[in-house]
Every structure is written in C-alpha cells, then in structure tokens.
T-cell receptor
Framework: DAGVIQSPRHEVTEMGQEVTLRCKPI?????LFWYRQTMMRGLELLIY????????DSGMPEDRFSAKMPNASFSTLKIQPSEPRDSAVYFC??????????????FGNGTRLTVT | AQSVAQPEDQVNVAEGNPLTVKCTYS??????LFWYVQYPNRGLQFLLK??????LVKGSYGFEAEFNKSQTSFHLKKPSALVSDSALYFC????????????FGTGTRLKVLA
C-alpha cells in the first residue's frame, strides 16, 4: 500500500499564476478530501468527494478554487489566480467507508504552497 | 453544529512521565471520535478511535484515550512519554447524523523533554 500520494511536495509561484495540486488516493477508497492547514486557521476542510462526485464544497474559500475528480484514482485542486494568502500546506486524504461510517482518514504528506 | 476543542496549545512533559492531551466535543447524536498525530513535514496519521463500547480505547504507539460522555471529553493519554512522542496532536469528531464530515480541533503540540 503506497498510501495517498500528493504532488508536488513544494510549489512556489508568483501571485496571479495558476496552481494545480494533485492527489492519488489509496486504491479502493471511495471518499477523498482536500484540507488546507495554516497556522492561523488550523486544518480546514475544503471539499470532499464520494465515488468521484463532489458532496460538500462549502469550505472552498472562493471561486478561484476548484477541485475535480475525473476518476477514482486521481483528483486535482486548482487555484486560479493564486494570491499570497493562499500560501498553506494542502493535504489530500482518502477513506474507505464501510457500513458503520467510522473509518479513519489516510493523509498524504501534503503540498506546501508558497505564493509570492 | 459539530465542534471540537483542544484547550491547550502546548503540553510539556518529562520523558517517562504520564501525558494527557485534552479534547472536548459537541456533536448531534452519538459521536465518532478520533486522535491523529502529525510529525514535521508529514500528513496526519491515525492513532485511535472511539465508536462504541469500552470507554477506554487503546491505539498505536502505546497511546490510549478515555471517552467520557457526561463531560463530552475524549482525552489522549500515555502512561510513559517518550521524546519521540513529541509532535502535533489533533482530536477529530464526526457525528452520526448529517453529512460525512470530520471536524478537527486546532491541535496540541506535545513536547517531551529528555
């Protein structure tokens, strides 16, 4: 089990540029989550998918943020245009929900985004 | 609305001493409660969970947590701390009604002193 794989690990970009973060969930997991972690706001849920369908995107901060999951093994989080306040560590997590809805989340190692 | 509170930003403990990291919660219905640990430059790792049953839950790396329904608490404990336990610890809750959404606390930094 390779775990949740995120790329890139680090991203440095200039304000106004488009940024795309990538995630490969654990095979067989049917839930995928995108979180953002900052010192000021802690860990925030941005959006989550079930069987590739977005279920709750109420945490997406602005229209500049979008997420897709074209298939069960791949998801992207895009920021266009990026701003300095988007600087954070972005985590992807996946889970396999059973009948009891108590499975833990499996996190990737995150993408550290710096927007200058 | 669901919420989780970790009242301590940091906990310091001497190596070999028992440790406690506090967590209280608010949720509709019966809670599903979790503890995760985060090491530097890594994602969160699952430690343990409470779903139902015994109030004392045992997890990875010698950690355990005590569920107290009347106090709506789920404190993380370990009988003897190791320097390698130094990390950031997150409590999370998910209610059994509503959307499938984990709510994380703000995290508590545990520092174990040699």
């Amino acid at each position: 089990d390779a775990g949740v794989i995120q790329s890139p690990r680090h991203e440095v970009t200039e304000m106004g540029q488009e940024v795309t973060l990538r995630c490969k969930p654990i095979s067989g997991h049917d839930y995928l989550f995108w979180y953002r972690q900052t010192m000021m706001r802690g860990l925030e849920l941005l959006i989550y998918f079930n069987n590739n369908v977005p279920i709750d995107d109420s945490g997406m901060p602005e229209d500049r943020f979008s997420a897709k999951m074209p298939n069960a093994s791949f998801s992207t989080l895009k920021i266009q245009p990026s701003e300095p306040r988007d600087s954070a560590v972005y985590f992807c997590a996946s889970s396999s929900e059973g009948y009891f809805y108590n499975s833990p989340l499996h996190f990737g190692n995150g993408t550290r985004l710096t927007v200058t | 609305a669901q919420s989780v509170a970790q009242p301590e930003d940091q906990v310091n403990v001497a190596e070999g001493n028992p440790l406690t990291v506090k967590c209280t919660y608010s949720v509709s219905g019966n809670p599903y409660l979790f503890w995760y640990v985060q090491y530097p430059n890594r994602g969160l790792q699952f430690l343990l969970k409470y779903i139902t049953g015994d109030n004392l839950v045992k997890g990875s790396y010698g950690f355990e947590a005590e569920f107290n329904k009347s106090q709506t608490s789920f404190h993380l404990k370990k009988p003897s701390a190791l320097v390698s336990d130094s990390a950031l610890y997150f409590c999370a809750v998910r209610g059994t009604s509503g959307t499938y959404k984990y709510i994380f606390g703000t995290g508590t930094r545990l520092k174990v002193l040699a």
